[in-house]
């Protein structure tokens, strides 16, 4: 028979060769050359397995990395190694932190400190309109840089503070 279709049995390591009967998809995926080594094989599959996966296992693999890096926030484990957050802390993609817009920063403060209703240097309630004043004019992310002053108010300290 043609060395082709001749194997070593994965069990008793005797040279067998193709059954006519055997399409060449069954014979590629044979491993043994009889029943009898067939029960054999199975019987050590098992611990085959188990030693392929310790050989695999972390540490002992030659392309280890140390595992997945993890959330620079939250420090949970992250999927891959190209993301640098998990979904849950991923800042949005037109996030600009510190380089924000004077009404972005604005905004920011309005939507932690809330809506002023009165004044910290007249202490007037009656005014229609209160704004959000920038103490070290430099407009920090930092609540405590920021009073409530009404609208003259705020004129005159920006006027005073330039």
């Known amino acids: 028979m043609n060395k082709l279709y001749q194997k070593k049995c994965h069990v008793c390591h005797r040279i067998y060769s193709k059954n006519p009967k055997e399409s060449r998809l069954q014979w590629s995926s044979k491993k043994v050359c009889s029943v009898q080594c067939r029960g054999k094989y199975l019987a050590q599959l098992p611990e085959r397995l188990k030693k392929l996966s310790e050989a695999k296992l972390a540490e002992k693999n030659p392309q280890w990395k140390g595992g997945l890096p993890s ?21 949005p993609s037109n996030w600009k932190g510190e380089n924000a817009s004077y009404e972005a920063i604005h905004a920011w403060v309005r939507r932690h400190r809330g809506k002023p209703q009165q004044c910290e240097h007249c202490g007037t309630t009656e005014k229609r309109m209160y704004h959000w004043a920038n103490k070290s004019h430099e407009y920090k992310r930092d609540l405590n840089d920021w009073i409530r002053l009404c609208r003259p108010c705020h004129s005159k300290y920006d006027k005073a503070k330039s």
Do not use: Q, R, S
């Open 71 to 91: 959330c620079a926030k939250c420090k949970k484990p992250l999927v891959n190694y190209v993301t640098k957050y998990c979904k849950k802390c991923m800042p």
